[in-house]
C-alpha cells in the first residue's frame, strides 16, 4: 500500500527487481513499515512518486511529475535511493528551474520574518503608529501613500 492505494503486484515485481540505483529489493524491508507475515508493506509516500520510481525501474526512464510539488518529489527521489541526475533530459531543466524559484521564494520569506522581527515597536499606546510611520518613510512598496512620500523625497 502507497499512502493508501494498493500497488500489491507492482511491490512484488519491485522487490525481485535489482537496479544500480537501489541494489537489492531487501531494501523494501528498511523503507517501510510491514507485516512480513501477511506479506504487506505500506509506504507513507506520495503514490504519483512511486509510479514514477517503479516506472524508473521498468523502463530506465524518469520523469517529473507536474502536479507534485517539486520538493516532495526530491524527497521521494531521496527515499527511494534514486539520483535526480537520472531524470530524463526532457524534464532536468523544468525540475532545476523549479527548484531553484521554491528556493528564492523560501530565502525571500524567510529575509521577510528577519525584517519583521528586527522591526520591533514595542506594545505601548503608540505602537502601531510608529510602525505605520516608519513603512511610510522607509518603505515605499507598502501603501501609495508611502510611494508617493518617496516620490517627494527624491523631488527635494
Given at each position: 500500500?502507497?499512502?493508501?492505494?494498493?500497488?500489491?503486484?507492482?511491490?512484488?515485481?519491485?522487490?525481485?527487481?535489482?537496479?544500480?540505483?537501489?541494489?537489492?529489493?531487501?531494501?523494501?524491508?528498511?523503507?517501510?513499515?510491514?507485516?512480513?507475515?501477511?506479506?504487506?508493506?505500506?509506504?507513507?509516500?506520495?503514490?504519483?512518486?512511486?509510479?514514477?520510481?517503479?516506472?524508473?525501474?521498468?523502463?530506465?526512464?524518469?520523469?517529473?511529475?507536474?502536479?507534485?510539488?517539486?520538493?516532495?518529489?526530491?524527497?521521494?527521489?531521496?527515499?527511494?535511493?534514486?539520483d535526480?541526475?537520472?531524470?530524463?533530459?526532457?524534464?532536468?531543466?523544468?525540475?532545476?528551474?523549479?527548484?531553484?524559484n521554491?528556493f528564492?521564494?523560501?530565502?525571500?520569506?524567510?529575509?521577510?520574518?528577519q525584517?519583521?522581527?528586527?522591526?520591533?515597536?514595542?506594545?505601548?499606546?503608540?505602537?502601531?503608529?510608529?510602525?505605520?510611520?516608519?513603512?511610510?518613510?522607509?518603505?515605499p512598496?507598502?501603501?501609495?501613500?508611502?510611494?508617493?512620500?518617496?516620490?517627494?523625497?527624491?523631488?527635494?
Amino acid at each position: 500500500m502507497i499512502h493508501g492505494q494498493w500497488h500489491w503486484d507492482r511491490v512484488v515485481k519491485f522487490a525481485r527487481w535489482q537496479h544500480p540505483a537501489v541494489g537489492h529489493g531487501a531494501r523494501l524491508t528498511a523503507l517501510a513499515c510491514c507485516s512480513l507475515d501477511a506479506m504487506e508493506f505500506y509506504f507513507d509516500r506520495h503514490p504519483r512518486a512511486f509510479a514514477s520510481v517503479l516506472n524508473f525501474y521498468r523502463t530506465g526512464q524518469l520523469h517529473l511529475i507536474e502536479e507534485m510539488c517539486v520538493l516532495s518529489f526530491a524527497d521521494d527521489l531521496e527515499y527511494w535511493g534514486v539520483d535526480e541526475l537520472y531524470l530524463e533530459s526532457c524534464c532536468q531543466h523544468r525540475y532545476h528551474q523549479r527548484k531553484e524559484n521554491v528556493f528564492e521564494e523560501m530565502r525571500k520569506e524567510a529575509e521577510s520574518l528577519q525584517v519583521r522581527a528586527a522591526e520591533d515597536f514595542g506594545t505601548g499606546r503608540f505602537s502601531e503608529l510608529r510602525r505605520k510611520v516608519w513603512d511610510l518613510l522607509e518603505k515605499p512598496q507598502t501603501s501609495k501613500a508611502a510611494r508617493v512620500s518617496g516620490d517627494l523625497c527624491w523631488l527635494a
